[in-house]
Nanobody, 124 residues
Framework: QVHLVEVGGGLVQAGGSLRLSCAAS????????MGWFRQAPGKEREFVAG????????YYADSVKGQLTISRDNGKNTVFLQMNSLKPEDTAVYFC?????????????????WGQGTQVTVSA
């Protein structure tokens, strides 16, 4: 069982930056690939980034490449999402997720544990 808690969301102006963190409980964090998803109002939840167990490989949705950076600190059981050049369309609830697939996938079903989400609001 893994318990995930996201922090770092908030209100930011367009062009600004935020860094989200997701802390995981338990001593098996390195056993999981990690992903970040987001859900905008009225839309389905979508994959934005994933990271391998070691942190050596990262994966991004085409829409966020060059704008978002995922990383992890296995010593601190934490995964991060650095978000730069934010736009109003990045407004969403951001979720982290843990999965046991070989590589981090882009589908919700590939993840076993989810955080409660953190709201990111980007004003124009």
């Amino acid at each position: 069982q893994v318990h995930l808690v996201e922090v770092g969301g908030g209100l930011v102006q367009a062009g600004g930056s935020l860094r989200l963190s997701c802390a995981a409980s338990g001593r098996t964090f390195i056993s999981y690939v990690m992903g970040w998803f987001r859900q905008a109002p009225g839309k389905e939840r979508e994959f934005v980034a994933g990271i391998s167990r070691s942190g050596g490989r990262t994966y991004y949705a085409d829409s966020v490449k060059g704008q978002l950076t995922i990383s992890r600190d296995n010593g601190k059981n934490t995964v991060f999402l650095q978000m730069n050049s934010l736009k109003p369309e990045d407004t969403a609830v951001y979720f982290c997720a843990a999965g046991r697939t070989v590589v981090p996938g882009s589908l919700e079903d590939e993840y076993d544990y989810w955080g409660q989400g953190t709201q990111v609001t980007v004003s124009a």
